[in-house]
């Protein structure tokens, strides 16, 4: 079994959070916790989170696999195969991250909610001992689909986690990146908490790809639509399609002064069809999500 520490980033016990660094696969730590290597991806994810993420994991994978994402359109952001009006949005968030952390100095990056890991791969090659931490290891769209990435050359590594509860040691973290996956916490001030609890000082929280609003009646009304888009089509509960939620900039604002870091705000282009809904919606007095760029950092010399 390969070495946990490969490169060694100070995993830490979900049970204790007690350092794993030096840990095998297939030992337990002191607490009891069985650290396992499922198919190259690390599992620290503690049973009670495991239990929890169950039944979200569940719909959602059923759910990703009716709209088709991952599988076999990986080479992402520039070459998707399908969801291409998305992806072209993403595109240049992807790019204005990259040129927002071409300062930040090279050490640990972790991409939380990594999904099939294609932005984990970019984290390596660019110069960082990346990390991918999802609760999600399928092999479609999950942790699992990374092994592409890994054959192709990149090193990273994959951990099965929660973002919630990082396996990761305090202090560690140059650069957090959640792409698309900030929004399906329930509680952003804990989570903020818990990203700042592993940033080193001076570190950075990079967040791409969640709906932000002017006001938030404007956010409830999308939640509001795929609650019943969700329950027509897939009879999901209420309760299950609130799991991805929105941000408002005043509600980050008020995020960021809450954990003492600071925010900066980069609105980014999303391309003309979809500024032209913007000004529709606009219109019509309603706004729909925008897609900024949003950075917060941890004070402190490093
Ligand atoms: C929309 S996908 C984004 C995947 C990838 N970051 C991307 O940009 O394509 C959201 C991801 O967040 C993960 N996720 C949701 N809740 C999580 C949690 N509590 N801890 C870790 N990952 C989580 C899901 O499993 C999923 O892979």
Same mark, same amino acid.
């Given at each position: 079994m390969p070495s946990l520490a490969g490169g060694n980033p100070p995993f830490t016990c979900p049970?204790?959070?007690?350092?794993? #660094?030096?840990a095998l696969a297939g030992e337990r730590c002191a607490c009891g916790f069985l650290i396992r290597n499922l198919d190259g991806v690390f599992d620290l994810l503690s049973e009670a989170d495991a239990a929890a993420s169950e039944p979200f994991l569940e719909i959602y994978e059923r759910v990703r696999r009716d709209e088709q994402w991952g599988g076999d359109d990986l080479d992402l952001p520039f070459r998707a195969k399908r969801h291409r009006d998305i992806w072209n949005i993403r595109k240049r968030s992807f790019r204005a991250l990259e040129s927002a952390i071409g300062t930040v100095p090279r050490g640990i990056a972790v991409d939380v909610g990594a999904g099939n890991c294609w932005l984990t791969r970019y984290l390596d090659r660019w110069g960082f001992n990346a990390i991918a931490l999802d609760i999600n290891n399928s092999s479609a769209d999950g942790l699992q689909a990374g092994q592409r990435y890994l054959d192709q050359g990149a090193t990273f590594h994959r951990i099965r986690g929660s973002m919630e509860h990082a396996p990761l040691d305090a202090n560690c973290v140059q650069l957090l990146v959640a792409n698309a996956s900030?929004? %399906? #916490?329930?509680d952003f001030e804990s989570l903020l908490s818990e990203f700042r609890r592993v940033l080193v000082n001076g570190g950075v929280v990079a967040l791409l790809d969640t709906p932000f609003y002017e006001n938030a009646i404007d956010g409830e009304r999308m939640v509001a639509q795929r609650v019943k888009e969700f329950s027509e089509k %897939? #009879?999901?509960?209420e309760a299950m399609s609130r799991r991805s939620s929105y941000l408002t900039f005043r509600r980050l604002r008020e995020l960021a002064a809450s954990v003492d870091m600071s925010l900066t705000i980069q609105h980014v282009w999303p391309g003309w069809p979809r500024r032209y809904r913007e000004i529709r919606g606009r219109l019509a007095g309603q706004q729909i999500a925008q897609f900024p760029l949003a950075l917060l950092r941890k004070a402190g010399l490093q």
């Open positions: 049970q204790c959070r007690a350092l794993l #660094s030096q900030f929004h %399906y #916490s329930s %897939y #009879s999901i509960d």
